[in-house]
């Protein structure tokens, strides 16, 4: 495996359920970070962590609990969602260096396409 | 105040013609770094093209390239010989020194390349 992978790619779920996305980066980042992507909408940056830990929380809803358990990994949480959050999830990693210019791009993955029920 | 701004929200171009992509930014931090995107269909965000605030020339990749206009903050992207392949969704994206692993996105622009 290579680059950003996301699993699943698609998933359905009531708002009574509970599931996980995950996201796994074989770049050797130390910073990864979570995406949702509706349509006609600016990429909205949920989550940030660098070096597993969490820098960002852009006022998320506690329904989604994001978790990164080592640089390599990280999950996000979802239960009782709402149609609302039906988006597209972008995982996204890079490589973080300290002090200058921020020119480090974003790696993405392919996503997971969810539907809220 | 939106930091990135793209005007155009569907694009038509004709195989082997050039076209650019707009995009305006919004920032008072003196160091900060543009980013393009190109999205196709499968979902998958790819990275194209990078252009740094104090870069002195436009950067340029491939058939891609910055027109880095500083003053009136604009970055727009401009894909030369177009191929049906660059059929996508593209996105414009900032991020500043100052506010770290923050990257701002536009709302994007359809592109369709015709035969």
Same mark, same amino acid.
């Given at each position: 495996?290579?680059?950003?992978?996301?699993?699943?790619?698609?998933?359905?779920?009531?708002?009574?359920?509970?599931?996980?996305?995950?996201?796994?980066?074989?770049?050797?980042? &130390?910073?990864?970070?979570?995406?949702?992507?509706?349509?006609?909408?600016?990429?909205?940056?949920?989550?940030?962590?660098?070096?597993?830990?969490?820098?960002? &929380? &852009?006022?998320?809803?506690?329904?989604?609990?994001?978790?990164?358990?080592?640089?390599?990994?990280?999950?996000?949480?979802?239960?009782?969602?709402?149609?609302?959050?039906?988006?597209?999830?972008?995982?996204?990693?890079?490589?973080?260096?300290?002090?200058?210019?921020?020119?480090?791009?974003?790696?993405?993955?392919?996503?997971?396409?969810?539907?809220?029920? | 105040?939106?930091?990135?701004?793209? !005007?155009?929200?569907?694009?038509?171009?004709?195989?082997?013609?050039?076209?650019?992509?707009?995009?305006?930014?919004?920032?008072?931090?003196?160091?900060?770094?543009?980013?393009?995107?190109?999205?196709?269909?499968?979902?998958?965000?790819?990275?194209?093209?990078?252009?740094?605030?104090?870069?002195?020339?436009?950067? !340029?990749?491939?058939?891609?390239?910055?027109?880095?206009?500083?003053?009136?903050?604009?970055?727009?992207?401009?894909?030369?010989?177009?191929?049906?392949?660059?059929?996508?969704?593209?996105?414009?994206?900032?991020?500043?020194? !100052?506010?770290?692993?923050?990257?701002?996105?536009?709302?994007?622009?359809?592109? !369709?390349?015709?035969?």
């Amino acid at each position: 495996e290579t680059g950003v992978t996301q699993t699943p790619r698609h998933l359905v779920m009531g708002m009574t359920n509970k599931k996980s996305l995950k996201c796994e980066q074989h770049l050797g980042h &130390n910073a990864m970070y979570w995406y949702k992507q509706s349509a006609k909408k600016p990429l909205e940056l949920m989550f940030v962590y660098n070096f597993k830990e969490q820098t960002e &929380n &852009n006022s998320v809803p506690s329904r989604f609990s994001p978790e990164c358990p080592n640089s390599s990994h990280l999950f996000l949480h979802l239960h009782t969602l709402q149609p609302e959050d039906s988006a597209l999830y972008l995982c996204a990693s890079s490589q973080e260096l300290a002090g200058g210019p921020k020119k480090e791009t974003q790696y993405f993955g392919p996503g997971t396409r969810l539907l809220v029920l | 105040a939106q930091k990135i701004t793209q !005007t155009q929200p569907g694009m038509f171009v004709q195989e082997k013609e050039a076209v650019t992509l707009d995009c305006t930014y919004d920032t008072s931090d003196p160091s900060y770094g543009l980013f393009w995107y190109k999205q196709p269909s499968s979902g998958e965000m790819i990275f194209l093209i990078y252009q740094g605030s104090y870069d002195q020339q436009n950067a !340029t990749e491939g058939r891609y390239s910055l027109n880095f206009q500083k003053a009136r903050k604009s970055a727009n992207l401009v894909i030369s010989a177009s191929q049906l392949g660059d059929s996508a969704m593209y996105f414009c994206a900032m991020r500043e020194a !100052t506010t770290g692993n923050q990257f701002y996105f536009g709302t994007g622009t359809s592109l !369709t390349v015709i035969p």
